[in-house]
């Protein structure tokens, strides 16, 4: 079964700063994986997703990933984060082949200081 | 947006009392989800279902039971409250496998008193 793992519950960055945000994940098969920002009081939504393909996606609002199968990572980046980027950003992997339920990490909060 | 509302959306109930909530959809999507956000753990997911009168258990599935009579609804019980069952709770659906984008409710806020 799918494991992913986020290395900081929180990360302080200063606006127009770049910004990564990391996720591993642990899996034995071929893997989907997700960034979904949370911003307060809201539920989730898609940031992007990797299934396929180029190991580098982009998402919305400038967002890019990284899929490096080698490191079993899939770190979230930005060049340069707004104050409205602060948000809690989630982690998530299923395993292919078939249905597989999604697993979510614990989260990291974006702390964007003016 | 997807067409995906929860009520109630805020809930204080007292310890031992039977509690519903409710995910409405809009989109015909196959699967539906709960799961539940608490500090420390981010989502983890409660029961899903893959289609009207097809559920089955997630990771925290203890205390808690499903039902989905109607492809647009689908409801959570929470037989008896207990206290650790104070949470945020979020509905999802999605139309296909787990490859697929969830898209997620607005949240019920619960508290067990």
């Known amino acids: 079964a799918q494991s992913v793992t986020q290395l900081d519950s929180q990360v302080p960055v200063f606006e127009e700063a770049p910004v990564e945000l990391r996720c591993n994940y642990s899996s034995s098969v071929s893997v989907y994986l997700f960034w979904y920002v949370q911003y307060p009081n809201q539920g989730l939504q898609l940031l992007l997703k990797?299934?396929?393909?180029?190991?580098l996606v982009k998402g919305i609002n400038g967002f890019e990933a990284e899929f490096n199968k080698s490191q079993t990572s899939f770190h979230l980046r930005k060049p340069s984060v707004h104050i409205s980027d602060t948000a809690e950003y989630f982690c998530?992997?299923?395993?292919?082949?078939?249905?597989?339920?999604?697993?979510f990490g614990t989260g990291t909060k974006l702390q964007v200081i003016p | 947006d997807a067409g995906i509302t929860q009520s109630p959306r805020h809930k204080v109930t007292e310890t031992g009392t039977p509690v519903t909530l409710r995910c409405h959809q809009t989109e015909n999507h196959r699967y539906m989800y709960w799961y539940r956000q608490d500090p420390g753990h981010g989502l983890r997911l409660i029961h899903y279902s893959y289609g009207v009168k097809d559920t089955d258990k997630g990771e925290v599935s203890d205390g808690y039971s499903v039902s989905r009579s109607k492809t647009e609804d689908f409801l959570l019980t929470l037989e008896s409250a207990t206290s650790s069952q104070t949470s945020v709770y979020f509905c999802a659906i999605s139309p296909g496998q787990g490859q697929e984008t969830q898209y997620f409710g607005p949240g019920t806020r619960l508290l067990v008193l």
């Open positions: 998530a992997g299923a395993d292919s082949g078939g249905y597989q339920k999604v697993t």
């Open positions: 990797y299934l396929s393909g180029s190991t």
